[in-house]
């Protein structure tokens, strides 16, 4: 099995590094971190610290660059106890029925599903973690914890693992939380699909095992200002609405003054045991419960780990995914009873939706100006 140890994920020094001017080093590191490579910049600061682990330029340099590659919601992602508390009473329940099964963890993070197994009894466990810096910590925390001699962390992404390249064996139980709060925007569908081909048994366990996605209209002048700006301070900055976001944003409903338009709605059901990442679109008619200006629309999940076992980013949950928000450049007003055409389509990691009014349709395009 091929697996990292924290040693073996930055590369070492050449022999010939010491002939080599730290300036040129340092300049390397720079050139990456202004190009938005920050693993890479990691990499080389890394590599001058391996011939001056003093150097303050590369420390600091090494300690910015980590911070822009790994995301901050890691942290917040670890504080949210619902979600934890959750995925341990699944992974008990499922290592129970087959101690012996490997174990794959993708996207693995800190190492925190992968530790759960290992602690509910499973005998080999496969972390799998494609950011390197990511992945070299989460062998540090697996080993502090005591459980490297079940755990192995592979520093790939999951889709260019093999069997038995990257796991000795098929897996038996894959656990995975690769969601963002739209649910797609990780590329869950297409990994899950991956991973069924390539590096799970007939009969695996996957978890999680089904999805669903649930919209409601909202009235919220805060929240569409999140993403729109008309006359402010004696300008017209309505031409920045250029640059604003045609997909969704996250936010947490509850923290913005708002008012539902319309009952929550279903809009796609997932099943990960058998569904690919292939686009889909759906048609609704929606009748509103109120009448208000239709500012966003407002979506989240509800996702089953194994039956009986759900977890939700609904508003009100305090999940650290929070809401998915999909704000409407020129907000329509609806009536009750008067029908909303809501179009849902998703391409497979990203969902979004068009609404009609009264026969008007909005745009992405309309907020251009």
Request: charged fraction near 25%.
């Amino acid at each position: 099995m091929e697996t990292t140890r924290e040693s073996d994920l930055i590369e070492p020094v050449p022999d010939t590094a010491g002939t080599l001017e730290l300036a040129e080093f340092l300049q390397w590191g720079r050139d990456l971190h202004q190009q938005g490579r920050y693993e890479d910049a990691a990499k080389a600061y890394q590599l001058i610290l391996g011939l001056d682990r003093h150097n303050e330029e590369a420390l600091v340099g090494h300690g910015r660059a980590v911070r822009r590659a790994v995301p901050r919601w890691h942290w917040e992602m670890l504080h949210d106890e619902e979600r934890a508390e959750l995925y341990d009473v699944a992974i008990r329940r499922a290592v129970a029925a087959d101690p012996e099964s490997l174990v794959l963890d993708i996207g693995a993070g800190s190492g925190l599903l992968a530790m759960m197994a290992a602690r509910a009894g499973a005998r080999q466990v496969v972390a799998c973690e494609g950011q390197p810096s990511v992945a070299e910590t989460t062998a540090r925390v697996v080993r502090v914890a005591g459980y490297d001699d079940a755990v192995g962390v592979v520093s790939k992404m999951s889709t260019r693992m093999s069997v038995p390249a990257d796991l000795p064996r098929r897996a038996g139980l894959l656990v995975t939380e690769i969601v963002d709060c739209g649910l797609l925007g990780e590329g869950i569908l297409g990994t899950i699909a991956h991973a069924r081909e390539h590096l799970l048994t007939p009969d695996a366990t996957i978890m999680p095992s089904r999805a669903r996605i649930i919209v409601q209209l909202v009235e919220s002048a805060p929240l569409h200002r999140k993403n729109h700006v008309g006359k402010l301070y004696g300008f017209d900055l309505a031409p920045f609405n250029r640059l604003s976001t045609l997909e969704y944003f996250d936010s947490r409903l509850d923290r913005h003054e708002h008012r539902a338009l319309s009952e929550p709605l279903p809009v796609f059901d997932f099943d990960f045991y058998t569904d690919g990442a292939e686009p889909r679109r759906a048609e609704f008619q929606v009748r509103p419960t109120a009448a208000g200006k239709l500012h966003a629309l407002a979506f989240w999940f509800e996702m089953e780990l194994m039956p009986g076992i759900t977890l939700t980013n609904a508003p009100g949950r305090g999940s650290h995914w929070k809401q998915a928000i999909q704000v409407l450049p020129v907000p329509p007003h609806v009536q009750p009873g008067e029908p909303v055409t809501l179009e849902a389509v998703h391409d497979g990691e990203c969902v979004r939706f068009g609404v009609s009014v009264g026969g008007v349709r909005q745009e992405a395009e309309e907020a251009a100006e």
